[in-house]
């Protein structure tokens, strides 16, 4: 049973730049969220999405926009990247919101800007 | 202040020992609590996942939730150095499945 997976697992981008983050959702899972951490502190939300669609969004600039496929897959993608952007990017996978399935989450994509 | 906190640690404890990790938060609207591990270079595992207060006991872990106090806390008997990682608490206002925000974590290390 795969679980969630992510790529690339390592990144190394410019300032100005754009970059796109995969996901992959664990085998009967639907709803992916995303998650931005930075370097010695917890996960912080930036926004889940559930039939294609965003449904909730933390506190993130427009810069941060993604993208779910009808496979369940998603898509991050960060413009206009900023040195602040380094940090682990972690995709975490579930059933519908409301189904009280908890969060299951793939070893990440580590983006450093320089 | 944030609205999870947590000590970070690191806390250095025998093999053997038990453990107690803790977490403080101030939304009184958290029902769902939750404990995850992460080891270095590796994304976080699901531990414990309770609702509402009081105690959930899974093998050597046991989550306890005060909601009147606003304190949770994750025992860990017989630590073993495999256990050596950090915990991250984290909550949310309805189900697992929505936004979880999560304390800083607290690095744990078992020395053998």
């Known amino acids: 049973d795969a679980g969630v997976t992510q790529s690339p697992t390592h990144l190394i981008k410019t300032r100005g730049q754009q970059v796109t983050l995969r996901c992959s959702p664990k085998?009967?899972?639907?709803?992916v969220s995303w998650y931005q951490q930075a370097l010695g502190q917890g996960p912080q939300f930036i926004f889940q999405?559930?039939?294609?669609?965003?449904?909730q969004r933390g506190n993130f600039p427009d810069r941060f926009s993604g993208h779910q496929f009808p496979n369940y897959s998603s898509e991050l993608n960060v413009n206009a990247l900023l040195l602040g952007d380094s940090a682990l990017y972690l995709c975490?996978?579930?059933?519908?919101?409301?189904?009280?399935?908890?969060?299951?989450f793939g070893n990440g994509t580590r983006l450093t800007v320089t | 202040q944030k609205e999870v906190e947590q000590d970070p640690g690191p806390l250095s404890v025998p093999e053997g020992a038990i453990v107690s990790l803790n977490c403080t938060y101030s939304?009184?609207?958290?029902?769902?609590f939750m404990w995850y591990r992460q080891y270095s270079r590796k994304g976080p595992e699901l531990l414990m996942y309770?609702?509402?207060?009081g105690n959930k006991e899974d093998g050597r872990f046991t989550a306890q939730v005060d909601k009147s106090s606003k304190y949770i806390s994750l025992f860990i008997r017989d630590s073993q150095p495999s256990d050596s990682a950090t915990y991250l608490c984290?909550?949310?206002?309805?189900?697992?499945?929505?936004?979880?925000?999560f304390g800083g974590g607290t690095r744990l290390m078992v020395k053998p």
């Open positions: 975490a996978s579930s059933s519908a919101p409301g189904s009280g399935s908890p969060l299951h």
């Open positions: 085998s009967g899972h639907d709803t």
């Open positions: 999405y559930y039939e294609e669609e965003e449904r």
């Open positions: 939304n009184s609207a958290f029902q769902y």
């Open positions: 309770t609702y509402s207060s």
């Open positions: 984290a909550m949310s206002t309805n189900n697992a499945g929505n936004m979880l925000t």
